[in-house]
Nanobody
Framework: QVQLVESGGGLVQPGGSLRLSCAAS????????IGWFRQAPGKEREGVSC????????YYADSVKGRFTISRDNTRSTVYLQMNSLKPEDTAVYYC?????????????????????WGKGTLITVSS
């Protein structure tokens, strides 16, 4: 059974940090690029960061560049998103998703359509 399970969400104060994990099972993680997406209340789901199959390349949305870092450990079937200097506008449900074939990471991160597998999401609330 294919599964992506996100963890690490919660309530954090502005300026704080969190690390999200995305644990994969039921498929070969190293055959898939992984993206982190988020959806804030009343807004469309948007790409945050994406990483290539073996982690050599990554892409970040402008809104998180310099604050978030994506990484992966294929031996642990896990992808991470380290989030620093969090802002209230980062409040959203964060999802990880996997895609086997893609043209560029930027294209993959541009929108959520076409991803092969999705997790159920984890909520991050940035508030004082």
């Amino acid at each position: 059974q294919v599964q992506l399970v996100e963890s690490g969400g919660g309530l954090v104060q502005p300026g704080g940090s969190l690390r999200l994990s995305c644990a994969a099972s039921g498929f070969a993680l190293d055959s898939y690029a992984i993206g982190w997406f988020r959806q804030a209340p009343g807004k469309e789901r948007e790409g945050v960061s994406c990483i290539s199959k073996i982690g050599k390349r990554s892409y970040y949305a402008d809104s998180v560049k310099g604050r978030f870092t994506i990484s992966r450990d294929n031996t642990r079937s896990t992808v991470y998103l380290q989030m620093n200097s969090l802002k209230p506008e980062d409040t959203a449900v964060y999802y990880c998703a996997a895609k086997n074939t893609y043209t560029t990471l930027q294209t993959m991160c541009a929108g959520p359509d076409g991803m092969d597998y999705w997790g159920k999401g984890t909520l991050i609330t940035v508030s004082s």
